[in-house]
């Protein structure tokens, strides 16, 4: 399967760095070996702002030539893919068979190896999880070169550590994903989905706490918020049968006390919120209103965004300046969190504009053990340097 064109945003502020594109594990793991500086290792480049920008970048380590899909076997719902596959080539191939993987997020051409290494996910995580869930498999190339496999297919583990979900969400920073391992599912055969105008914070969290204590199943629950005083509208997915999803879609319809049905979602449905500054959110679900609360009331005016209603997590573009402190201090008492995504990886010459505090702000009681487990795997701090919670 060919590989995506190169695109990695954020790289050309490193224009001293040295260029790599593997096209193996092996030939991954011999590029560490033979290099003593600092590596970034990038996908299609979709999510790298996600992370802190790095403390320094010596070589630019591009997955996107480990581009195959190693093995597939439909009836097993399994497949096994490099890092470097596009979701979207990879739904091709496996729509073909009736079947899915069922991660929707919404950057175009984001590749396997990124949406592990950032840990993204869409709308579906709702009713089938995120990448933690979906991820049964994967190989690495550690710092020093060592290939290291766990999950499914296990060659060679590292003991004591579930590696799969050890590297989802780590940005390159203990090692290089350059194979993954999937549980798919069958492509559902029906859809319905419910829209509903949203009139304030408290109406959403109704609605939401609805919806979680029921016995529908929907696929997705997806709030667009306009700001205070303007509402927002909520979106339920279903899929699954015909008869199902028209059942549950009028189950819904009188659940919520109100709505219409149709079959798509709506334009905005999975998408993120553009602007200067866009934050993710993560929060205990049934704090919904309280948050939309707290985005209403920042200084410069409110915050929109969307969220998964039912499962404590939104995306938010907030206006310039928004005191971020303020904020997290605001939801913390929520089991709250803002993190930065996006913006540029480096300011005026090689300065970082934003330190890893900014990025991903305080660290918590697991900064000790996450310390710990980058001194294990990365003792010479080599790989996405600073790019983690705290800086490491």
Known sequence: ?????????????????????????????????????????????????????????????HTGGLARVTEYLPGDLVVVAEAGVPLGSLRQLLAEHGQMLALDPPEAGATLGGIVSANASGPRRLRYGTVRDLLIGVTVVLADGTVARAGGKVVKNVAGYDLGKLYTGAHGALGVVVSTTWRLHPLPPARATVTLPVDDSEHAGRCAARLARSTLTPTAAELRWDGAGAGGELAVLFESTAASVRAQARDAVTLLGGGSTGEEPPRWFGRRPEGETVLRLAYAPSALPRVLDALDALPGGPARGTASACTGVAYAAVPPGTDLAALRAALAPYDGSAVVLGGPLTGAGSAPARTAA??????????????????????????SPGRLLGGL
């Not at 193996?24 to 802190?52: H, Q």
């Not at 918590?364 to 080599?382: A, C, H, N, Q, Y």
Request: glycine residues 12%; charged residues 20%.
């Open 1 to 61: 399967m060919a590989g995506p064109p190169h695109s990695a945003p954020g790289t050309h502020a490193w224009p001293g760095a040295a260029q790599a594109r593997p096209v193996s594990a092996a030939e991954t793991a011999d590029l560490l070996r033979g290099t003593r500086g600092t590596v970034l290792p990038v996908g299609a480049g979709t999510k790298t702002g996600w992370a802190a920008p790095p403390a320094s970048c010596d070589l630019v380590l």
């Open 358 to 383: 900014e990025h991903w702000g305080p660290t918590g009681d697991s900064f000790p053990l996450m310390t710990r487990v980058k001194d294990r795997f990365d003792p010479e701090r080599r790989l």
